[in-house]
């Protein structure tokens, strides 16, 4: 069982950044990573993922903001937010997924998930 540790969450101004940390207790049963976020009242909604390999994807409102990377030296995947708004506050879930999909943005796709860690953005 893959066990996903965040860290990073906090409260930070309109404008300003933040980063996100996901250690995951093993690699071995990871091919990708995500970030998803939920705002009270919403559906758990996809942020941005990255492959093992470095393939990355973003949800529009991510684009050119955000940043998803990892290391895999230490089984890490970080999420660099940028340029916050307060549209933007949410309890963010890092996730693994153990295999390729076709809908990578689905959080049913990943198998493992963090505990949550929530982003206050004020304005």
């Known amino acids: 069982q893959v066990q996903l540790t965040e860290s990073g969450g906090g409260l930070v101004q309109a404008g300003g950044s933040l980063r996100l940390s996901c250690a995951a207790s093993?690699?071995?049963?990871?091919?990708?990573m995500g970030w998803f976020r939920q705002a009270p009242g919403k559906e758990r909604e996809f942020v941005a993922s990255?492959?093992?390999?470095?393939?990355?994807d973003y949800t529009d409102s991510a684009k050119g903001r955000f940043t998803i990377s990892r290391d895999a030296a230490k089984n890490t995947w970080y999420l660099q937010m940028s340029s916050a708004k307060p549209e933007d506050t949410a309890v963010y879930y890092c996730?693994?997924?153990?295999?390729?999909?076709?809908?990578?943005?689905?959080?049913?796709?990943?198998?493992?998930w963090g505990q949550g860690t929530q982003v206050t953005v004020s304005s």
């Open positions: 996730a693994a997924r153990s295999r390729y999909s076709t809908d990578s943005r689905a959080p049913v796709a990943y198998d493992y």
């Open positions: 093993e690699r071995a049963f990871t091919y990708a």
């Open positions: 990255i492959t093992w390999s470095g393939s990355t």
